[in-house]
């Protein structure tokens, strides 16, 4: 059965980083399109990024240059380092991985396996 655990979040201030983890069981992430979502409160849950079954990242535009994917394979782990966090970065941060037979997961719905997800709050 396909798991995933986000951690990582937690308080810190503007200007600081924080680097999240995703950790995969049930299933090989390298194997899978994965990507790196977030929530504000009272928003619509955001698109970051992702890592294809290619070992190629993509990013939303908005999180281009502080935002970096990559991935630990010996740790079957997804990692988001986030830079220079901003309040506005607060949210709820979610991994998710897509069906084996998906080669690119573009849009939100491309994505059946979700994290309960790991919160990031940035204090100014």
């Known amino acids: 059965q396909v798991h995933l655990v986000e951690s990582g979040g937690g308080s810190v201030q503007a200007g600081g980083s924080l680097r999240l983890s995703c950790a995969g069981s049930?299933?090989?992430?390298?194997?899978?399109?994965m990507g790196w979502f977030r929530q504000a409160a009272g928003k619509e849950r955001e698109g970051i990024g992702i890592?294809?079954?290619?070992?190629?990242?993509s990013y939303v535009n908005s999180f281009v240059g502080r935002f970096t994917i990559s991935e630990d394979t010996a740790d079957n782990t997804l990692h988001l380092q986030i830079y220079s966090l901003q309040p506005e970065d607060t949210a709820m941060y979610y991994c998710?991985?897509?069906?084996?037979?998906?080669?690119?997961?573009?849009?939100?719905?491309?994505?059946?396996?979700w994290g309960q997800g790991t919160q990031v709050t940035v204090s100014s």
């Open positions: 998710a991985a897509a069906r084996s037979d998906v080669d690119y997961c573009g849009i939100i719905t491309d994505f059946d396996y």
């Open positions: 049930g299933f090989t992430l390298s194997g899978h399109c």
């Open positions: 890592l294809d079954r290619y070992g190629l990242t």
